[in-house]
């Protein structure tokens, strides 16, 4: 499967040697205030609170991080046109923002990583001694343990579990050395503070870790509102919100993944971490340190194309460049990794210096924002806690059902109460026991379909030219087909006998979308490029429904689906027009997602209206708890978006062929 997250991959990480077993996260979970900025309202700021404010980002452990970082680097360069910036959560947050006009291709910031003090795994483990703490044995352990997957699973897939194993990692050397750092600045006694590795490197890198802004152990005169902005990341929502607000979304598929996939980590690592700091700390600070640490790592560690590790793959944090924003529509800065020519040792050491340059001219006032890569909205929340803003346009993503719930075998005949009760006549196609060899044979087919298509294109000498012209911004993930399963209730006809949730298959199919006021935007080839490239599969659908039906009329229930047919059908070589089947079963899918994801936006509106007079929680809580509803929303909102433009082009194809 294609864009698979970092968070989705840790869900192997673990389990490869573990026993899967149902995890729960306790309600007693510290939470601090904060506002979801999409939605939130602004205070009113009276003098006082300007004042107070003012003292506040004096103070500010961010600030503290900036002035201290580059005292500390003396060959940095901050361009004087920029600032660090100190905002309220509902104002933004930390941010970097011009205070002067920049022109395009201008560096604004230039940091060497030996003196910023980054965060990598592989050099602070590399030095750890062995044997003297059962925490870093531990986690070197984890880093250069072998792979386990199967000899025949894809590269991709080796490398995702690669890349989720050194994502874990990093966030264990960050829980480790945050947890020893509490001990450091709050302990009564030395002796409860273990001299070593970790002591020593959780003080050179003090600074940074005090600033990251994820339930901080360390007592601040900050506001505690500035120090935990992400209520909204799904760490830290219960289960039932998590079941309710969701409902219906693949953002409830990526949190169950998120939190099945650490709670494992979590469970592997308890006895470690329990031996380390079990001492004077609760278990409930220990854990929190570690889904701070995960939350860290989620949304502020660099990827593979830029931070390296010692070898040359890894994860890591760099304090001052993890401030910029995101912004995926409109960025204005990127980011490169410059080192010497031929100096290739330096990447692979995490040597090198990170440059900021602008995109394009900056005026006085703006933030400098960088686009973090392109994701659908509900793996961006699952990071980050956030959906992003849709000011004018921007890739997204939507989930088509690949099958209808139950397919009705024979569509032309009455079915008597006996075959219905039976189910002789349909196949609840919510079991993977049905589903699952059809959902292999729809990717095998749409791979031969594939090889096909570029066997022909490599004959022709004009295709090449012709693709050449019609090359877009699409993103790169959005070229392969993605399978991807939807968490769904039982359907009415089988939940009296499998009462129980189901994982529904999906195809991801992305365009691009505009404002909520421009949902049919011009962008005409890239809805109809989204439509092209998931048509193969619908057409290996339709083609294996319509081989069910048959072997139902002709009594047979014994031979198998051909998949060498459905391969024939996904690529239209078999002489039959598969596109009227196939569009027929993915408006089915398109209805059948607008209908349940309003349906489910209803449940989850009414649930918060329940919830928030009947719980007894207290106003901090409840606070979070609408930060969580609007966030939902925002995912709603997203897939709708693309659902309607969608089904607004398929309409407008309909009317081309009816004017041919």
Known sequence: MAGRTFAAVLVGIIAQNSPASAFSFPPSLQRTSCLYSSRAVKENDTHQDQQHHHQQQQQH??????????????????????????????????????????????????????????????SILDSAPEGE?????????????????????????????????????LAGVIAHLQLTRYKDKTAWTANEVKEGHALEESRRLGLFLDAMPLLPQVPSPDNCRLQHPFPTHFLYWDDEEIEKLLQGTMAQTKAREVRAGIGLVVREWSAAFLKEHSLGMKQSQILNAIFS?????????????????????????????????????????????????????????????????????????????????????????????????LNKERWECSVLPLFPDV?????????????????????????????GVLVKAVLAAVDAASEIEARQKSDSDSDSENASENQTDRPAQLDQLEVVSLFRPPPALTVNDFPFARRQPCVVVGTKIGASDQITSSNQ???????????????????????????????DSSSSIQASQMAMAAASLDGTDWDEAAIKLMRLGINDRIQTINSDGKAASAWLAQSTTTNRLDQINLQHRQFRADMSADIREAELNVLHTLDNELNTLAGEDKKR
């Not at 080192?339 to 040597?351: N, S, W």
Request: charged residues 30%.
């Open 407 to 435: 397919l009705d075998l024979a569509p032309d005949v009455i079915a008597t109460p006996s075959q219905i009760s039976k189910y002789e006549t349909s196949l609840d196609l919510l079991l993977e026991s049905n589903y």
């Open 293 to 389: 640490a995960f939350t860290a790592v989620l949304s502020r560690s660099f990827g593979d194309e830029a931070g390296r590790d010692l070898d040359g793959a890894g994860r890591m944090l760099v304090p001052l460049v993890d401030m910029l924003n995101h912004d995926s529509e409109d960025p204005n800065v990127s980011w490169q990794w410059h080192v010497g020519e031929g100096d290739e040792e330096k990447i692979k050491a995490g040597r090198g210096d990170i440059a900021v340059t602008t995109l394009k001219d900056v005026k006085k006032g703006e933030e400098l924002c960088k686009c973090y890569g392109w994701r659908p909205s509900w793996d961006i929340a699952s990071s980050y806690g956030f959906v992003p803003r």
């Open 525 to 555: 080839q890239y809805h109809r490029e989204a439509i092209k490239k998931v048509l193969p599969a619908y057409r290996a659908a339709a083609s294996a429904i319509a081989q069910l039906r048959l072997k139902y009329n002709n009594g």
């Open 133 to 169: 703490d059962a925490v870093f044995d531990m986690l070197n352990e984890m880093w250069n343990k072998e792979d386990s997957s199967k000899t025949n699973a894809k590269k991709e897939e080796k490398e995702g579990n690669q890349e989720g194993k050194r994502l874990a990692v």
């Open 61 to 122: 452990s961010h600030l503290l991080l900036w002035e201290k970082t580059l005292e500390a680097a003396p060959d940095s360069y901050v361009n004087p046109a920029i600032e660090l910036a100190i905002r309220p959560p509902e104002e933004g947050g930390t941010g970097i923002v011009a205070v002067d006009d920049v022109k395009k291709d201008t560096i604004v910031l230039c940091l060497p990583l030996e003196q910023v003090g980054m965060i990598d795994a592989a």
